[in-house]
C-alpha cells in the first residue's frame, strides 16, 4: 500500500513537473500594465467654491505669521530690536511657514481648476495671490535669516554648472527689501480677501 501511494506521489509530482515545463514555453499573456498614482500623478478638478474654502484655510494661518513678521520689522525700523533679535523672530516661524508651503504646494499638486475657471476674475484676480503672499512671507524669512541665494552667471563649479552664491543685506538694504515686499503683501492680500468675498 505504501508502494502504491509512493507511486502516486512520484507520478504527481512528475506530472506537475512537466506542466510547469510546458508552461516556460508557452508565451503567457499579460495584461497592459494598470495605470497607477506612482507613475503620473492624477490631479482631481477643484471648482472655484472649493478653492475658496482651501485659500481661506491657508490665509487663517498664513496671517498670524505675517503679523509676527510686521511686529518684528516695526521694532527693528525704530532701532527698538537689533538684527539679532530680529532674526531670532523670524528664525522661530521658519518651520511654520514651510509647513503652510508644503500643505499648499500638496494641495496643489492633487488639485487643479479648469481652463475656463482660470479666466474666471475671482481666480485670476483674487484666488492666484493666496501662492504669492504664501511666498513672500517665506522669502522674507530666509532672506533675512539665512541670505538671498543668487545664481552667479559669472561663476561655474568643475562641473560646469552656475555657482549660487548667498548675499546678505545690510540693515538698510534688509529694510528697503522688506518695504517693498510689504507693499506687495497688502496689494496681493487686498486682490485675495475681494476673491474670498466673492464666494
Not at 17 to 32: I, Q
Not at 41 to 56: H, M, P, Q, R, W
Not at 125 to 130: A, E, I
Request: proline share 3%; hydrophobic share 30%; net charge neutral.
Amino acid at each position: 500500500m505504501r508502494k502504491l501511494i509512493a507511486l502516486a506521489l512520484l507520478v504527481s509530482l512528475l506530472a506537475l513537473s512537466l506542466s510547469g515545463c510546458a508552461k516556460k514555453d508557452t508565451p503567457a499573456e499579460t495584461a497592459p500594465p494598470a495605470a497607477t498614482s506612482n507613475n503620473t500623478t492624477e490631479k482631481s478638478s477643484v471648482a472655484l467654491k472649493d478653492l475658496s474654502l482651501k485659500e481661506k484655510e491657508f490665509l487663517a494661518e498664513l496671517e498670524p505669521l505675517h503679523t509676527k513678521i510686521e511686529e518684528a520689522f516695526k521694532y527693528f525700523n525704530a532701532g527698538k530690536i537689533d538684527r539679532s533679535k530680529l532674526n531670532n523672530e523670524l528664525s522661530a516661524l521658519k518651520t511654520d511657514i514651510d509647513e503652510l508651503n508644503k500643505k499648499s504646494k500638496d494641495y496643489y499638486s492633487k488639485h487643479q481648476i479648469s481652463d475656463e475657471d482660470k479666466k474666471n476674475p475671482v481666480y485670476s484676480d483674487g484666488l492666484k495671490y493666496g501662492s504669492k503672499l504664501r511666498s513672500i512671507v517665506g522669502n522674507t524669512i530666509q532672506i533675512t535669516t539665512e541670505g538671498n541665494r543668487v545664481v552667479n552667471l559669472q561663476k561655474t563649479d568643475e562641473k560646469g554648472n552656475n555657482v549660487i552664491e548667498t548675499k546678505n543685506y545690510d540693515d538698510n538694504e534688509l529694510k528697503e527689501y522688506y518695504s517693498d515686499k510689504e507693499k506687495d503683501y497688502q496689494q496681493y492680500l487686498g486682490k485675495l480677501k475681494g476673491a474670498l468675498e466673492k464666494q
